[in-house]
């Protein structure tokens, strides 16, 4: 994922504006993931241009984060957003804003298509609509935590592919 994410990270650093920055940290430990690599582009592009408009007036950083950890039963028993995951290894990738957050009321409707908090000719409301397609076909999970004024945090998590040895008989 790192690589993929990399290019998409030199995209878009020339695409913000000035006073929005974008940090980015990638763990050593990184393991594959079964991911088509335009779709994680498309996934970082709709979150990270997300986060920049809610940077707009302000400014700030976002931060993007890839790391391998361990998703446990308690994990997700405590988080509704990955009660389809499975556990054992996966990649998260976290994308943080200083912006503007998502009002509590939102954030039940925030991946129905259509549905945006944008003002008219601002956006479509497709583009976390889009963002979900995309982890529920890596068979992932995405959680967000947002506070008013404060920003936002979205953690797509995606599922390590195992290597299976193959034994065979003679």
């Known amino acids: 994922l790192s690589q993929d994410i990399k290019g998409t990270i030199s995209l878009l650093k020339a ?3 000035d006073k929005i920055t974008l940090e980015a940290f990638f763990s050593a430990e990184e393991d594959q993931v079964m991911a088509d690599p335009t779709r994680i582009h498309q996934m970082v592009v709709n979150l990270c241009t997300n986060a920049a408009e809610a940077m707009e007036q302000n400014g700030g950083m976002i931060r993007i984060r890839l790391e ?3 998703v446990d039963p308690a994990l997700i028993d405590h988080h509704a957003a990955l009660a389809k995951l499975l556990p054992g290894p996966h990649m998260v990738l976290s ?3 200083q912006g503007v957050g ?10 129905e298509p259509f549905f945006t ?3 008219i000719g601002k956006g479509s409301g497709l ?7 995309i982890v529920q076909t890596h068979e992932g999970a995405i959680k967000v935590d947002s ?19 193959t034994t065979s008989t003679v």
């Open 15 to 17: 695409a913000l504006p």
């Open 68 to 70: 391998r950890i361990w």
């Open 95 to 97: 994308v943080k804003d």
């Open 102 to 111: 998502i009002a509590p009321g939102s954030l039940d409707r925030l991946f």
């Open 117 to 119: 908090t944008k003002s």
């Open 127 to 133: 583009g976390l609509s889009v963002v979900h397609g």
């Open 147 to 165: 506070v008013e004024d404060q920003g936002t945090i979205f953690q797509v998590f995606l599922p390590v592919v195992r290597n299976l040895e």
